[in-house]
């Protein structure tokens, strides 16, 4: 059953608005719409509009151990001409030794993600407690200094495939919305 709940898709999405697009301009969140999974998580999120952008905050806890059948739908629109287009687009699967392709976007953010706490997308997931502090993306990072001023929207969709099972369930799906000046 899915739940609106702050928890980990304002998470997942701050941190990945933060990785993608935080420049030596600053970032603003502006809006998040999600959705998401209580059978998997809660979290808590806190974000922190301050004068040279925008931080995060994570305190979650995972309830089960996942080992297998872990993906992830990441998507970066722009707003051109007062609609939303989509710039990078990336599906993942987190736990398969198989999808060794040359996505770069999961190993970047999981380098950075370690350096505030140890919340990442390396798999497997052990149950328990997880935490970020303070997370910004570096204004020398090379993903950052390739995104201009704009508004924004970062969409991920995270699923769970059950050992033996034909369909994925959803964990969480995201909507977040950030302008960079």
């Not at 910004?136 to 969709?157: A, F, Q, T």
Request: with cysteine; aromatic share 10%; charged share 25%.
């Amino acid at each position: 059953m899915l739940h609106r709940t702050e928890p980990w898709t304002r998470a997942c999405a701050i941190i990945l608005v933060a990785f993608v697009c935080m420049n030596s301009a600053k970032i603003m969140i502006t809006k998040v719409d999600y959705v998401s999974n209580a059978d998997y998580l809660t979290m808590q999120v806190r974000v922190n509009n301050e004068t040279e952008g925008s931080t995060v905050d994570v305190d979650g806890n995972l309830f089960l151990d996942v080992s297998q059948g872990v993906s992830v739908a990441i998507d970066l629109d722009s707003k051109m001409d007062g609609e939303y287009m989509t710039m990078i687009g990336t599906t993942k699967e987190l736990c398969s030794a198989e999808d060794t392709g040359m996505d770069p976007v999961v190993p970047l953010l999981n380098d950075e993600l370690q350096k505030f706490g140890n919340l990442s997308f390396n798999c497997p997931f052990q149950k328990g407690y997880y935490r970020v502090r303070r997370f910004r993306m570096s204004d020398d990072h090379m993903l950052v200094k390739m995104v201009p001023p704009g508004e924004y929207i970062v969409k991920m969709d995270l699923q769970h495939q059950q050992p033996n099972a034909t369909d994925k369930n959803p964990v969480f799906k995201l909507s977040f919305y950030f302008e960079i000046s």
